[in-house]
């Protein structure tokens, strides 16, 4: 009885319009009274405790250095080398959006952020090279979403804070998923490019293409800071957010200079909203997790999946298809802060490494970013590209496909995750 006023409270507020973090209190005050513990003092400490946890300092860190590096020129400049790498070949400009994406996720580390600067850049661009404006919006959503696996991911952190999973071995872990997705884009791609005339750009000569490396090479140079960092332990996830943001702001006044220190404000007022949405939600997910504690869901969970805890394979199976289902109602924070909680004893009793959960889990639920009806990225792409939904999913449908068969892969073969880890992480 529990679970079912848990699910079905929290999916009819949310199906009816309440934002989500304001349908996770009151799903918890829903649970509080048919347990019969409903005390706001709980309700207020649990919201307290849930956002002063210090690794969530990363957070408004990488959203600020996303924010200053758009208002600085640095995406520009990158979206610009890869138009000089690869604007010339068929179908050029969607390798530019894919290859542009995967720099920029190691940028920002939002999907909504990178899809919004590379759809404003790029959409018209190719709309205006002949190229199908519904295809070229499911591409760049599809590009956008590189940005959750790779560092510096935001929901990499949450799900680290939220299941006490290193949040430096889930960044290391990321790296190859984060580019097996890139490499599937390309191949989705120029499979759809095939047989189409688009008009290309003139081929730049090495002399260009050096000249847009030197621009962005600044720019360049920050995934390589995080990386290097991390990896050498130079500093934790929360310093390499302090560290991102200072040095796209450096680059951004002093060596591009595109941006004015008058323009600091409005970037941290939108850094300020995008942060307190964040924070706010994972504030009343906190609540909710106490409660599912305290009701002993997971125990219910785990009856019902632990049929499948002797197959780890066959486990993973099952929770992708839960998070698919999930992903498609419910954006990726809310997801890991709900569900995190209530499948990781089951995983662990089941043997799996929790840093290749924690990268399955955050690949499959943000897919559903790009899926109706609630996907944050497709209503965001949508609205840049001018298109409707159903037009998006007309031209996504070939990119959601690849990533689904790419989960299937991982699943099947964990060493592709678990390989490479060792030898990033110490």
Not at 197 to 213: E, N, S
Not at 378 to 404: D, E
């Amino acid at each position: 009885m529990t679970l079912l006023i848990f699910v079905v409270v929290l999916f009819g507020l949310i199906l009816i319009g309440m934002p989500i973090a304001f349908a996770l209190l009151a799903t918890s005050v829903s649970l509080m009274f048919y347990l019969d513990v409903f005390d706001t003092q709980i309700m207020a400490t649990n919201l307290i405790s849930g956002a002063n946890n210090f690794p969530l300092m990363a957070i408004p860190f990488f959203i600020l250095a996303g924010e200053i590096m758009n208002a600085g020129g640095m995406s520009k400049r990158i979206v610009e080398f890869a138009m000089s790498l690869f604007g010339h070949i068929r179908g050029g400009l969607g390798y530019v959006a894919i290859f542009a994406g995967l720099l920029f996720a190691g940028l920002s580390g939002s999907a909504v952020a990178d899809t919004a600067a590379l759809g404003a850049i790029l959409i018209p661009m190719m709309v205006q090279a002949g190229y199908s404006r519904e295809k070229s919006t499911g591409l760049i959503a599809s590009s956008g979403i590189i940005a959750p696996i790779l560092p510096p991911s935001i929901p990499l952190i949450v799900f680290g804070v939220t299941s006490g999973v290193s949040i430096t071995s889930l960044f290391m872990a990321g790296i190859v998923p984060g580019i097996l997705m890139a490499i599937c884009l390309v191949i989705v791609w120029r499979i759809l490019m095939g047989k189409d005339m688009i008009q290309t750009l003139p081929r730049k000569g090495a002399k260009d293409v050096w000249k847009g490396f030197l621009s962005s090479f600044w720019a360049l140079l920050l995934p390589v800071i995080i990386i290097v960092g991390l990896r050498g332990g130079i500093f934790t996830p929360t310093e390499a957010g302090a560290v991102a943001a200072f040095y796209a702001l450096l680059v951004s006044l002093l060596i591009y200079r595109e941006m004015k220190i008058s323009s600091l404000y409005q970037v941290l007022i939108s850094t300020a909203k995008t942060t307190s949405t964040v924070m706010f939600l994972i504030a009343a997910a906190m609540v909710s997790a106490w409660l599912i504690t305290v009701s002993d869901i997971p125990t219910l969970i785990s009856d019902f999946l632990g049929p499948f805890a002797g197959s780890p394979t066959l486990l993973m199976f099952v929770i992708v298809i839960i998070l698919f289902i999930v992903g498609t109602a419910m954006d990726i924070t809310p997801a890991i802060l709900i569900l995190v909680p209530i499948l990781m004893p089951l995983v662990k009793m089941a043997g799996i490494n929790e840093v290749y959960f924690g990268i399955i889990f955050v690949l499959t639920a943000t897919i559903g970013l790009i899926t109706p009806p609630v996907g944050t990225v497709m209503n965001v792409a949508a609205g840049v590209g001018k298109i409707t939904i159903t037009q998006f999913v007309r031209g996504t449908w070939p990119f959601l496909l690849v990533y689904g068969i790419l989960v299937i892969i991982l699943i099947l073969f964990p060493s592709i995750v678990l390989v490479p880890l060792e030898f990033l992480v110490k």
